[in-house]
């Protein structure tokens, strides 16, 4: 397509800076291009503008906010409650806060109050039983469920069996323990109803030690600085793009260059199937991958008949294992590339390859002075391109090893999408995935602006031409 | 309707393309405006049109400023280089779009495109699409549907560029035709001074955003207001030869070779750098003083012959005769120059003396 | 250009080498879907067509027509959301005065080349914040996000060569600047909307990670997340040829598209790799 060759013939670096303007526009500093705003024109903007705000930048964003909270699935997305439970003070004991306020915490306490009596009315606790408790023990308060029992026990009308007094008794309950307060000052008043006189530190680290939800932190990064196996990650990565890289651009190069020269029926045939992986739906390519090389597949059985050791390729050995995830990955870097470089080549001017073949060149000679330096801009914007996409992308690995053996070909981007979204502890670390993500998207966005610039930008942009 | 263009001034990108340009056209004249490439041309005639917003002045379409109106409020008919021709339309539905847009009945549309099409000579064609159309087709259904509103001014830009040099001549005349026909203001803007001296009324020469001289085209041919509009107008060119006024009715060329000045020139201070004008068709016919060479380049042009002369001095005059083949390249020949038809400037300042 | 001066067919024989996996993988993918082979060997030894049975047959792997209809409708809205505003946004940015028209434009050719599956994460978290989570709405929003500028910008470049003197012609011939786009100018560029609704058909149809991350549990799921849970009861080893019927049946508007358009593919892919 016309654009593309365009876009590849403006790959070219920036470098000569435009003139500006003319000598003229020095003399009138005043003159303000007088263009009106087309009303239509945001009219038919804005739709995009509101989705790619919406579904494209919005994510960006909080990619980068969330890389630093504790999100997870454990914390929720929206915001927490404070909750006291049992494991949660066992924790709290011996940092400072004095056992005696743990024990507090702990104790559930009666207490008979105007708010009590409503609830209990409310929930349908016999009336005459009601009218002894508000005329004997309001305003009193029991240490614990056992004291309050005997209290009610005493009195003359209440129920005999033991289901309806525990119900009698649950309105007038004050636990702390195991109950969700839903913001921070109702957790604060329960524990000052309990222990009046805390110190606000000691207040403030109960709090902070109850809270459900997610909170601010630079944790994620910490973690990724200095468990070891952010290392091996990372070596697996610049390793798996590397080689993929290379792979792709020699077998998209040469592809490009044998269907250019050969006899239009073959050369179709050939681009025409390497157009196979890139069209392919990815999970069918993965399972024709796995068949490929999977034990009882195509190739142990070939090997098998051979004489050679057969195994599961994919999952067996990591030697294997690599090269399958390196082919993977590979063919279609290839088959993009084809696809690529093949219309920067058929935009070569045909009377150039004329020329030289006048002047005796051989095919070789034509290859390697005439098409490959000008397909040097096409190869170097393929090469930056892919090696974006390979660092941030996982699909086709997470669907053919998963990063087996064991870990051995796990890649960041990988890592990133299962912290966050396919562990299978269950356990959910969106506040961590979104660190690892943050990274990649840091990259993308240098890169995607490294490309920009080479492909001159300015060169693309016109202005329009009809101006009311 | 006529047309005043005052004070119009246009600017890209602050930088000023065209300042302070004044010109007028009468109704019912067909103006070229003529001048090299970049002179600004078309881009005054885009203002006219109202595709391009203008940077200050007046433009009048009789009394009214139509300055601050976009273009589908100026009524103004435009016939581009290339013909912008609608290519999913047939040539019918291309020339009524511009009646449909204005909500004009099916049955008035139907029936003034027909008259149009009557008019333009291209009723067989009205059901093929441009893709199917000649290139002088193409040219007449742009026409077609530049004029079937009944425009204020009809805007020609460079309308015969694109047609091979036959079916330009046609077309010339036709065109022609057509404007004096429907009686509409035209404005034609060319770079070809052929084009611009047969088709029109008036020529606005310009050069550098600026209107050097306008005239009609005989006047403007045979007393240019500047050495430039000389240059331009012509086929083939005027021959410039530099020297210096002798003071007594001669002028001395650099390489020792004199030439005689008309007599309107008797007076010129002796010493005054000047530019004699020689046009071909002033040397080598008839005239008063003869001048004598040796022949160069002979170019037959079947009607014509083209000689190149060269001079003492090296000075290379241009002679323009009927056909002849009695003489070839290298013989020396005496010829006659027309002396009070040349032409003289200042050649400083490029201003015709 | 195509001379004599030198052999081919040692080029072909390196072609064939290089190209032999994905003969082999395509050739057996059609051969093993309408064969069985016996365990241990390379080449069937019967015809059968009961790997087709999950066509009729929903006890088989569940109802692959719900999940087509599903695919299909994915795909559809998400062509219909990309080009629709591609159309709209491309003309805009290529052709109408808008203030900061550079940004806009720089900013999408960004977006068009940043990795975009690196915004999983935040996708997923605007989507709970959204109400949209494990639904398909969400999912083609998402989708159409992704691809939205590489659409824009294509159509952006099919603009950029409609001349500019036919809306300037329209534009005398009285018309408004929408007339001008909906009758003279959108016509032009079919070609375009057609590259563009096959190119988001197909990167739409092969999706999988985002309905089987962002939805994961709908009633039916998309093709491709059904493909790739294809359970075939009372065995322990991948049953291939199933996987294979399910999956060529789940390829065949592509390969129909591939048979079709082959040549014109390649210059439609040409112009949606990024760049």
Known sequence: ?468 | MRITLQDFTKRFDGASVIDRLNLTIADGEMLALLGPSGCGKTTTLLSISGIHRIDGGAILFDEHDVAALPAQKRNVGVVFQNYALYPHMTAFENIAFPLQVRGVGSAETTRRVKDIARLTHIEPYLTRRPGQLSGGQQQRVALARALVRQPDVLLLDEPLANLDTKLRLEMRSEIRRIQRETGITAILVTHDQVEAMSMCDRIAIMDKGAILQTAAPAEMYRAPASRFVAGFLGSPPIVFVDGVAGGDGTLACDGGLTLPLPSRLKGLAAGRKISLGVRPEHFGTSGDARLSGTIGLVEPQGRETLFDVRLRGDVVLRSVQPARDDLRGGETVSWPLDVENLLAFDAATGAAL | MRSRNFSSWPVVLILVAISLPILVMYAWLVIDSFTDTPPGALLPDEVTLSHWRFLIDPSVTGNVWASTLYTLIFVASVAAVVVSLSATAGYALSRLNLPCRRFFLAGIMVMHAFPAVTLIIGAFLVLQFAGLYNSLAGVIAIKAGMILPLGVWIMKGFYDTVPWEIEMAGVQDGASRFTVWRRLVLPQVWPGIIALSILSGIETWGEYVLPRVLAPTTDFPVLSVFLNEVKVPDSVNYNFNLFKSVGLFYTLPILVLFVFFQNRLMTIFGAGTKG
């Open chain 1, 1 to 468: 397509m016309a654009e593309t060759t365009a876009a590849l013939r403006a790959l070219r670096p920036d470098t000569a800076s435009r003139p500006a303007g003319g000598t003229r526009a020095l003399e009138e500093p005043e003159a303000t291009p007088r263009r009106r705003t087309s009303r239509l024109g945001l009219l038919m903007l804005a739709p995009t503008l509101l989705l790619l705000g919406v579904f494209f930048l919005v994510p960006a964003v909080l990619t980068g906010i969330f890389a630093f909270t504790t999100m997870s699935s454990a914390t929720g997305i929206s915001g927490g409650a404070y909750v006291f439970t049992a494991n949660r003070l066992d924790a709290l004991a011996g940092s400072g806060v004095p056992p005696e306020t743990i024990t507090e915490l702990r104790t559930e306490r009666a207490v008979v109050d105007a708010a009590g009596l409503a609830a209990a009315a409310k929930a349908g606790v016999d009336e005459r039983f009601l009218a002894d408790i508000k005329a004997t023990l309001l305003g009193q308060s029991f240490a614990g469920p056992r004291d309050f029992k005997r209290a009610l026990q005493a009195l003359p009308n209440h129920p005999r069996r033991i289901f309806e007094l525990k119900q009698a008794m649950e309105p007038f309950s004050h636990a702390i323990l195991n109950t969700r307060f839903a913001t921070r000052d109702q957790a604060a008043a329960a524990i000052r109803s309990v222990a009046p006189d805390i110190e606000p530190a000691v207040l403030d680290r109960l709090l902070s030690a109850s809270y459900t939800g997610w909170v601010w932190t630079s944790e994620n990064f910490v973690r990724l600085l200095t468990q070891p196996q952010t290392l091996r990650l990372c070596l697996n990565t610049v390793f798996y793009v590397a080689v993929t890289l290379g792979f792709s651009v020699a077998i998209s190069l040469f592809l490009a260059l044998a269907t250019f020269y050969l006899p239009r029926r073959t050369a179709t045939a050939f681009s025409a199937l390497w157009l196979l992986p890139k069209i392919t739906p990815v999970v069918l390519y993965a399972i024709l991958w796995k068949w490929f090389t999977w034990e009882g597949g195509f190739l142990p059985i070939l090997a098998g008949h051979l004489g050679l050791p057969a195994f599961n390729y994919m999952k067996g050995s990591v030697p294997t294992a690599w090269t399958i995830v390196i082919m993977v990955n590979g063919f279609v870097g290839a088959s993009i590339g084809m696809i690529l470089l093949t219309s920067a080549l058929r935009a070569i001017p045909v009377q150039q390859l004329w020329a030289s073949e006048v002047d005796g060149a051989s095919r070789w000679q034509q290859v390697r002075r005439i098409i490959l330096p000008q397909l040097k801009w096409p190869i170097l914007f393929f090469t930056i391109y892919q090696a974006m996409s390979l660092m941030s992308s996982y699909e086709q690995i997470w669907l053919t090893t998963d990063g087996g053996p064991g870990n051995t070909t796990d890649v960041w981007a990988l890592e990133a999408f299962r912290v966050a979204l396919f562990d299978y502890t269950g356990n959910l670390r969106y506040g961590l995935g979104a660190a690892m993500a943050l990274i990649l998207v840091a990259v993308g966005l240098i890169v995607s602006l490294l490309l920009l610039r080479l492909f001159n930008f300015s060169d693309l942009v016109e202005q329009p031409r009809i101006e009311t």
